[in-house]
């Protein structure tokens, strides 16, 4: 069972445009939201993480709103720009010992020059 | 942020075989975790590796087809046994660092290994 839903699965923009992907979950246990960044041949890596006890956060041009009733939460990245261009997940994890993250599909972002 | 060195970082194995892939990281943390992300799709938890003592495996994973190791607080080995195309994969290890980073359920992943089966 996918406990973490993500769209689109591909995404592109003109550069200079806004990058939308969003993302619902399930777990109500969930608590920590996190968004990874990887390009092709690396690993992920922590792009901006969320709690549930604000409903935004913003980091230079990466952006996460959070919308606990609704159980969703996306990121927006301003002024995209081609080095942009990655893949993009979305994660959520509950606190504590396990401390597992759950991820979403996946959003190929491609953004044009 | 810790710094994470997984070897090897690609291999091309013969079905029947086995593969150990090593992470090795720059400090000592308090959890390893190993995924699973196949051609274009998302990653899956294989297991979280304990140290001094067995792994805890994620359903549809088995340690006799994914032995892990977990010496001490900065190693781990993923052993894929007897392999198959089907196990062609990138294999990622993470990691959740002590500290502060820990208190935010941070995870900071390897660059992964990218398996080949023939």
């Known amino acids: 069972q996918q406990q973490v839903k993500q769209s689109p699965q591909s995404l592109i923009v003109q550069k200079g445009g806004i990058s939308i992907i969003n993302c619902a979950y399930e777990?109500?246990?969930?608590?920590?939201f996190p968004w990874y960044q990887q390009f092709p041949g690396k690993g992920p890596a922590l792009l901006i993480a969320?709690?549930?006890?604000?409903s935004e956060k913003k980091e230079g041009r990466f952006t996460i709103s959070f919308n606990k009733s609704a159980k969703q939460f996306s990121l927006h990245i301003m002024d995209s720009q081609p080095g942009d261009s990655a893949t993009y997940f979305c994660?959520?994890?509950?606190?504590?010992?396990?401390?597992?993250?759950?991820f979403g599909s996946g959003t190929q972002l491609t953004v044009l020059p | 942020s810790a710094v994470i060195s997984q070897k090897p970082s690609r291999d091309i194995c013969q079905r029947g075989t086995s593969l150990t892939i090593q992470c090795q990281v720059d400090?000592?943390?308090?959890?390893m975790f190993w995924y699973r992300q196949q051609p274009g799709q998302s990653l899956t938890l294989i297991a979280t590796?304990?140290?001094?003592?067995?792994?805890?495996?994620e359903s549809g994973f088995v340690i006799d087809k994914f032995p892990i190791s977990r010496p001490n607080l900065t190693f781990s080995t993923l052993t894929v046994s007897n392999m198959s195309p089907e196990d062609s994969s990138i294999y990622l290890c993470?990691?959740?660092?002590?500290?502060?980073?820990?208190?935010?359920?941070?995870?900071?992943f390897g660059a992964g290994t990218r398996l080949s089966v023939l």
């Open positions: 590796a304990n140290q001094g003592s067995e792994a805890t495996y």
């Open positions: 993470s990691v959740a660092p002590v500290g502060l980073a820990a208190a935010k359920n941070i995870q900071y």
């Open positions: 994660a959520a994890s509950t606190s504590g010992s396990a401390r597992q993250l759950t």
């Open positions: 969320i709690r549930p006890d604000v």
């Open positions: 777990n109500t246990a969930f608590d920590y």
């Open positions: 400090s000592q943390v308090t959890m």
